[in-house]
């Protein structure tokens, strides 16, 4: 970092690494060296290690790089003829479902994204990246998330690069904008690999496969429980992989798509629909004349985001309608009372 200061972080692990984590291991040392040309044949294991005395991190992101640079290379190596099939889902939460569901040997990627919302424009390019973080950054309070998005959603696409040639892999996908946005982005990102691609889509595999519940209504994956999950895969030998023009289908569509820099969307008619960035506001501002017994009363703002979210089943972020809300402060639509750092923390009501 500096001329004589040589950090030491011992990994551990094949999972890729967030800031948050790195400063959260106490196992980083600090050494010394005499000159800076020592570097290339320095080893810890034979220098002491500087205690009592440290230095501050200056460049956490460059760490977090070089430290998954250093992993993905070991990945590379590991994994190079691994034939275990890779499931790719639309997002995290989700992952967990299909981990626990499906049996061993497999990979399970989640995206950390919820591409319902957000920018889209070129996400397939850096610069795109960078301008849908921006955004969020700016705009969206996800109040217990502490790791930094970009880094993983960098750590996403390393593990996408990280799939073996010879790994078959399966999109599971539903009817919801989000699933079908993600299925757009990852062949695109495929584009190029040789790997055999299946897309498995949730609702018709259930309808097909699984004993139904009158009670439950499967639009998308995030829908089914862990053991629905693992029968519909024992079960849905009969689907074919994608075939090249219908590959080239859906990369065609995700350069359409990639083209606009709308923040919010919909799936509606078997189509993504891009929706005006206020397109819910009516809606919230109802939804509050509805809870407030008086004008003059002030409503928690989670107290409104959950009867919205309740009454009109909305699959929509809950966190893109508190942004909405504060926005209809700012325009002087709606008054305040308390701190808007969490929908927990502050009351609202309509300005008179």
């Known amino acids: 970092m500096e001329p004589n200061v040589v950090f030491v972080y011992k990994i551990d692990s094949f999972q890729y690494v967030t800031e ?5 291991r106490f196992d980083v040392e600090t050494y010394e060296i005499d000159d800076e040309s020592e570097f290339e044949t320095f080893n810890h294991e034979d220098e002491q290690q500087l205690i009592g005395r440290g230095y501050i991190h200056n460049d956490l992101k460059f760490i977090t790089e070089a430290i998954n640079e250093s992993i993905q290379k070991q990945r590379s190596l590991a994994n190079k003829f691994s034939t275990t099939p890779v499931h790719i889902v639309s997002q995290e939460f989700i992952a967990g479902t ?34 849908r973080n921006e955004w969020i950054y700016d705009h969206i309070n996800y109040e217990f998330d502490d790791d930094p998005p970009l880094t993983k959603f960098k750590n996403f696409l390393r593990d996408i690069e990280d799939i073996p040639d010879q790994a078959p892999i399966y999109i599971w996908t539903g009817n919801n904008v989000e699933e079908q946005v993600a299925t757009r982005y990852l062949i695109y ?3 190029s690999r040789t790997n055999v691609v299946t897309l498995l889509h949730a609702p018709t595999l259930y309808d097909q496969l699984c004993e139904k519940s009158r009670a439950e209504v499967i639009t998308g994956t995030g829908d089914l429980r862990h053991e629905q999950i693992q ?10 992989p994608l075939t090249t023009k219908e590959n080239h289908q859906l990369q065609n569509e995700w350069l359409t798509l990639s083209k ?44 409104v985001l959950g009867q919205l979210l309740e009454s009109e089943n909305f699959s929509i972020d ?14 002087g639509v709606l008054a305040m009372k308390g701190i808007p750092k969490s929908m927990r923390r502050y009351r609202i009501k309509i300005r008179e």
């Open 260 to 303: 606009s820099r709308s923040v919010l969307r919909t799936w509606k008619d078997h189509k993504i629909v891009d929706l005006p960035v206020d397109f819910y506001d009516k809606k919230i501002i109802h939804t509050l004349e509805s809870l407030q017994s008086n004008r003059d009363e002030y409503i928690r703002a989670g107290v």
């Open 189 to 191: 990102l495929l584009r």
């Open 98 to 131: 299909v981990r626990v569901g499906l049996r061993s040997p497999k990979v399970v990627i989640g995206i950390p994204a919820f591409f319902a919302i957000g920018p889209i424009w070129r996400l397939h390019e850096k610069e795109g990246q960078m301008y």
């Open 20 to 24: 948050f984590e790195v400063i959260d």
């Open 231 to 240: 029968i519909i895969f024992d079960k849905c030998h009969t689907v074919q």
């Open 318 to 331: 809950g966190f893109y309608l508190e942004y909405r809300i504060r926005e209809l402060i700012y325009q």
